[in-house]
C-alpha cells in the first residue's frame, strides 16, 4: 500500500508539474538565476547521493524502489533547475525549464505507471509478471518427466515472498518416501528458477479430476 500511494504520488506530482510548465511556456517568466542556482546545487548533491545508496536495493522491495523513483525524479530535477539557471540570462531561459520539466515528467511518469501496476498486482495477488504458467508447466514436465504439473496458482505478496500451489500426477508408483524426495527436488526447482520459495503441491498417481492448466472453482466440489 504504501510503495502504492508513492506510485499515485508521483503521477499526480508529475501531471501538476506539466500543467505548470505548459502555462510557463505560453507565458514565460523571468528566473531568478542566483538563488535558483544556489538552492538547485545543494539540492543535487542531496538527491544523488541518496538515490545511489538506495539504487542497489530498488528490485527486491517495491517501498524502496518507490523511494529510489522519488530521489532519481528529484535528482534529474535538480540538475534541469542548474542548466535551467545558467542559461536563465540566454534568450531561452525564459523556455528552457519548462521544456524539461516536460521531459522529465514524461520519464518519471512511466517509471510510476510501471511501479503503479506492479503494487496493484501484488495486492490483488496476481501472477508475477516474469512468471509464464505454461512455461513453468513445460519445463517442469521436461526436467521431471513424466511428472506433469497442473491444476496451478502462482502469486505474489510481496518482496521475496512467492507462492504456488499445484497438482503433480508423478506418472507411476511411487513409495511415500520416493513421493517426498520427488517433491523436494522440485520445490528446489521452482526456488532457483522463479524464485518460488513456498510451494503446496498436492501428488497424484492416477489421473486428476481436474487436468486443466489453471486451478478453477468448481461449486458443486465444496
Given at each position: 500500500m504504501a510503495a502504492l500511494v508513492n506510485?499515485?504520488?508521483?503521477?499526480?506530482?508529475?501531471?501538476?508539474?506539466?500543467?505548470?510548465?505548459?502555462?510557463?511556456?505560453?507565458?514565460?517568466?523571468?528566473?531568478?538565476?542566483?538563488?535558483?542556482?544556489?538552492?538547485?546545487?545543494?539540492?543535487l548533491g542531496a538527491n544523488v547521493s541518496s538515490a545511489l545508496l538506495l539504487h542497489q536495493h530498488d528490485k527486491g522491495d517495491v517501498n524502496v524502489r518507490g523511494a529510489f523513483l522519488h530521489m532519481a525524479q528529484d535528482s534529474v530535477a535538480s540538475l534541469?533547475?542548474?542548466?535551467?539557471?545558467?542559461?536563465?540570462?540566454?534568450?531561452?531561459?525564459?523556455?528552457?525549464?519548462?521544456?524539461?520539466?516536460l521531459l522529465v515528467g514524461l520519464v518519471v511518469l512511466r517509471s510510476a505507471l510501471s511501479l503503479a501496476w506492479q503494487t496493484l498486482s501484488t495486492i490483488l495477488e496476481g501472477v508475477p509478471g516474469d512468471v509464464d504458467i505454461v512455461d513453468l508447466a513445460d519445463r517442469v514436465h521436461r526436467a521431471f518427466a513424466p511428472a506433469c504439473l497442473h491444476h496451478i496458482h502462482v502469486w505474489e505478496l510481496g518482496p521475496s515472498q512467492r507462492l504456488l500451489t499445484a497438482?503433480?500426477?508423478?506418472?507411476?508408483?511411487?513409495?511415500?518416501?520416493?513421493?517426498?524426495?520427488?517433491?523436494?527436488?522440485?520445490?528446489?526447482?521452482?526456488?532457483?528458477?522463479?524464485?518460488i520459495n513456498h510451494a503446496t503441491i498436492e501428488p497424484e498417481v492416477a489421473a486428476c479430476p481436474q487436468p486443466e492448466l489453471l486451478g478453477r472453482w468448481d461449486k458443486s466440489r465444496v
Open positions: 506510485a499515485v504520488t508521483l503521477i499526480a506530482v508529475t501531471v501538476l508539474i506539466a500543467h505548470q510548465a505548459v502555462l510557463r511556456l505560453l507565458h514565460p517568466e523571468p528566473v531568478a538565476q542566483g538563488i535558483m542556482l544556489v538552492v538547485a546545487l545543494v539540492a534541469t533547475v542548474v542548466v535551467a539557471a545558467l542559461l536563465a540570462r540566454t534568450g531561452v531561459g525564459p523556455y528552457l525549464d519548462s521544456v524539461a520539466a497438482h503433480v500426477t508423478v506418472g507411476q508408483d511411487m513409495s511415500g518416501l520416493a513421493i517426498e524426495s520427488f517433491l523436494s527436488r522440485l520445490k528446489a526447482f521452482l526456488q532457483e528458477q522463479w524464485e
